[in-house]
Nanobody, 121 residues
Framework: QVQLVESGGGSVQAGGSLRLSCGAS????????MSWYRQAPGKEREFVST???????QYADSVEGRFTISQDNGKNTMYLQMNSLKPEDTAMYYC???????????????WGQGTQVTVSS
């Protein structure tokens, strides 16, 4: 069974920083990548950043240069360092993992429950 648990959210003033964590368990050897998404009230969930099993990364234009994604494979944990936060970064942040579909691997996307980030001006 795949389980993702986010932590590290909170309230911060504009210009501040937060570091989100996502702990993963279950089928970790099947993992292709892990990602962060966010959803603000009244808006659709949007992509923030992803990191592949080989360490390559991608970012949404809105967070490029301010956010840094990383992973500690030994701890099965992914991080999102968020600097220079803006009020428009306010959202629920979700962790997602994409698993391969082959022998012993179930395939598909799995989501965490989310952690709230609130940035005040």
């Amino acid at each position: 069974q795949v389980q993702l648990v986010e932590s590290g959210g909170g309230s911060v003033q504009a210009g501040g920083s937060l570091r989100l964590s996502c702990g993963a368990s279950g089928y970790t050897r099947c993992r292709i990548n892990m990602s962060w998404y966010r959803q603000a009230p009244g808006k659709e969930r949007e992509f923030v950043s992803t990191i592949d099993s080989d360490g390559s990364t991608q970012y949404a234009d809105s967070v490029e240069g301010r956010f840094t994604i990383s992973q500690d494979n030994g701890k099965n944990t992914m991080y999102l360092q968020m600097n220079s936060l803006k009020p428009e970064d306010t959202a629920m942040y979700y962790c997602k993992t994409f698993l391969a579909r082959w022998v012993g691997c179930p395939g598909g996307d799995y989501w965490g429950q989310g952690t709230q980030v609130t940035v005040s001006s």
